[in-house]
Nanobody, 116 residues
Framework: QVQLVESGGGLVQPGGSLRLSCATS????????VGWYRQAPGKERELVAR???????TVADSMKGRITISRDNAKNTLYLQMNSLKPEETAVYYC??????????WGKGILVTVSS
């Protein structure tokens, strides 16, 4: 069983920055891709950003230019650096890992609140 543990969430002011971390229990390169999703109250879960084992990235249009997704291979950890955060980006952020096209692993999620 794969475990994904998010950290780094909390309260940040509008325009501020935050870095989320996701520690994986398996070699991060064993996954076809890893990424971040978020779910705001009353809304569906949506993609924030993904990175494949080959290094290709996909970023939500609404966040292009404001985020960086990266990984530390030695620590088996995925990161999401978010800048210029907006109140409407308040959500629970989830780490996701896909070892293949049929399987998804999810972290428990971590709350990010953007508010003054």
């Amino acid at each position: 069983q794969v475990q994904l543990v998010e950290s780094g969430g909390g309260l940040v002011q509008p325009g501020g920055s935050l870095r989320l971390s996701c520690a994986t229990s398996r070699n991060i390169f064993s996954f076809n891709s890893v990424g971040w999703y978020r779910q705001a109250p009353g809304k569906e879960r949506e993609l924030v950003a993904r990175i494949t084992s080959g290094g290709s990235t996909t970023v939500a249009d609404s966040m292009k230019g404001r985020i960086t997704i990266s990984r530390d291979n030695a620590k088996n950890t995925l990161y999401l650096q978010m800048n210029s955060l907006k109140p409407e980006e308040t959500a629970v952020y989830y780490c996701n890992a896909r070892p293949n096209d049929l399987t998804n692993y999810w972290g428990k999620g971590i709350l990010v609140t953007v508010s003054s």
